[in-house]
């Protein structure tokens, strides 16, 4: 079974990991949509026509299931791609907000100001108190440089000075981006720290089944030129077999 994996960037290839070491291995073909980085700070009818996009370019290439590695596309519009593409499984990320209240009353939320605004984001925030930093810069710092993450980090500290004197329970990773610094944070914060990857491996897992074979990542990169970098970090992030396809995009 072939799954279509979307992001704007890096941040999905850690649910795409996540999904590979869940699942056993598989064929996926993984959308990274650089040439509109970053989703979070573009407006809700642009995110949802770059999805389309993105979809009918995944379904026409045989994806037979699509999962969506971005926290603000899923907020933004999931539920109308599952209306609008109704013979294909959509899997959507979620912050797991649950696990982290069950941590204690003091939640540090790290996410994009347009997953901060959606309806179906703010639904989920109940059980504890929860604090909001201002993300903005985030996802391009970590995109602009990885491997390098300093510049990330600095914008992140920046971000928490504010809520120097909270104690954190526990924090909450609301952008994929974010989770390449997962260990940094939960060291920074002293707390655990929580994203929604697993959930949508083992959904992924649920309906699409368990792979025996090697993993395989057809790889879209939607920006002219830069291609061999993201091909190069696809290669060693996900220790999978990969190479590039370029569909008429």
Not at 30 to 39: E, F, K, Q, W
Not at 90 to 107: C, D, L, M
Not at 185 to 205: M, W, Y
């Amino acid at each position: 079974m072939v799954i279509g994996v979307i992001d704007s960037g890096i941040g999905g290839l850690t649910t795409l990991k996540e999904i590979i070491r869940v699942r056993g291995g598989g064929d996926y073909i993984y959308y990274l949509d650089n040439a509109r980085h970053p989703y979070g700070t573009r407006t809700p009818s642009e995110i949802h026509a770059y999805m389309r996009k993105a979809c009918d370019t995944l379904t026409a290439l045989g994806a037979e299931a699509i999962a969506i590695a971005c926290n603000t596309a899923t907020a933004v519009c999931i539920d109308a791609l599952r209306k609008e593409y109704s013979d294909t499984p959509f899997i959507g990320i979620e912050p797991s907000i649950k696990p982290a209240v069950r941590q204690g009353g003091n939640v540090c939320v790290l996410a994009t100001p347009l997953t901060l605004k959606q309806d179906r984001f703010s639904k989920l925030l109940t059980g504890a108190t929860f604090h909001m930093p201002d993300c903005t810069g985030l996802a391009d710092a970590i995109e602009e440089e990885y491997p390098s993450l300093l510049r990330a980090q600095k914008t992140l500290t920046k971000a928490l000075y504010s809520m120097s004197d909270v104690r954190f329970d526990s924090a909450v990773l609301g952008c994929t981006h974010y989770s390449y610094l997962k260990e940094w944070i939960s060291k920074r914060l002293n707390c655990p720290c929580f994203d929604g990857n697993g959930g949508v491996a083992r959904q992924t897992r649920r309906i699409c089944g368990e792979e025996t074979c090697a993993a395989r990542i057809a790889l879209i990169v939607t920006a002219k030129g830069s291609a061999p970098r993201y091909l190069e970090i696809c290669r060693k992030f996900t220790g999978a077999y990969c190479y590039l396809i370029n569909p008429q995009i």
